[in-house]
Nanobody, 120 residues
Framework: QVQLVESGGGLVQPGGSLRLSCTAS????????MAWYRQAPGKQRNLVAY???????NYVDSVKGRFTISRDNAKNTVYLQMNSLKPEDTAVYYC??????????????WGQGTQVTVSS
């Protein structure tokens, strides 16, 4: 079972930036793919972006051009650089480890979540 630990959340003003980090441990195999999800209050958890071990990425339309997902395979760490943040980006962000089939991501290993609040 993979353990995932996130860090980097916080309070930021609209237009600001944050970088989230997530490190995977507990398995001798590096996750095939890693992803970030987010869940706003009263809403379902949705995929934000994923990255494969080969570096292929995919983003939800609402964050394209503002967020960048990257990965350090040697450190089993995935990052989410978030720029030009908007109040609607406010959510708990969760790291996930899984795999990609075609363009479809799925994963069952979750981190504990980190709160991102965008507010003036």
């Amino acid at each position: 079972q993979v353990q995932l630990v996130e860090s980097g959340g916080g309070l930021v003003q609209p237009g600001g930036s944050l970088r989230l980090s997530c490190t995977a441990s507990g398995s001798i195999f590096s996750p095939d793919a890693m992803a970030w999800y987010r869940q706003a209050p009263g809403k379902q958890r949705n995929l934000v972006a994923y990255i494969t071990s080969g570096g292929r990425t995919n983003y939800v339309d609402s964050v394209k051009g503002r967020f960048t997902i990257s990965r350090d395979n040697a450190k089993n760490t995935v990052y989410l650089q978030m720029n030009s943040l908007k109040p609607e980006d406010t959510a708990v962000y969760y790291c996930n480890a899984g795999r990609v089939a075609g363009s479809y991501y799925s994963g069952s290993s979750w981190g504990q979540g980190t709160q991102v609040t965008v507010s003036s």
